[in-house]
């Protein structure tokens, strides 16, 4: 029998399927906070906290750009973001992430 390492998050969403909706389920509330004030005081939390590599620091915007399509739906970003500016809710229904198992 074969023995296996850990498996990686990246192999394990590699499993995952999504149907992506036109608009976003997630929205930043207040960009100037992420600008102005997370970067210097906590780095930028949303930018690693995320498994999916939703959340990325445009420095020539100045600004998160959000990738929605990306979301696993693991929730972390309800109580990730320091100064909750985060806003997330479950994509409409029918669209997603459609888990598989196996
Ligand atoms: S953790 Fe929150 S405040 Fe900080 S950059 Fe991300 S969304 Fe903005
Ligand atoms: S719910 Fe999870 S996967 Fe989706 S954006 Fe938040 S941290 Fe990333």
């Given amino acids: 029998m074969e023995l296996r390492g850990p498996v990686r998050v990246e192999e394990k969403l590699y499993t995952l ?9 997630i ?5 100037r906070t992420c600008a102005d004030r997370c970067g210097d005081e906590w780095r930028r939390p949303c930018t690693t906290f ?4 939703v959340y990325e620091w445009d420095p020539e915007q100045a600004r998160i750009v959000v990738a ?3 979301c696993v739906e693991c929730t972390t970003c ?4 320091p100064y909750r500016v985060i806003d997330w809710r479950p994509p ?3 669209f997603g992430i459609q888990y598989r198992y196996g």
């Fill in 17 to 25: 399927r999504w149907k992506h909706d036109r608009t976003s389920h």
């Fill in 27 to 31: 929205a930043i509330t207040d960009p």
């Fill in 50 to 53: 995320c498994p999916a590599k």
């Fill in 68 to 70: 929605y399509e990306n």
């Fill in 78 to 81: 309800l109580v990730g973001c």
């Fill in 92 to 94: 409409r229904g029918g």
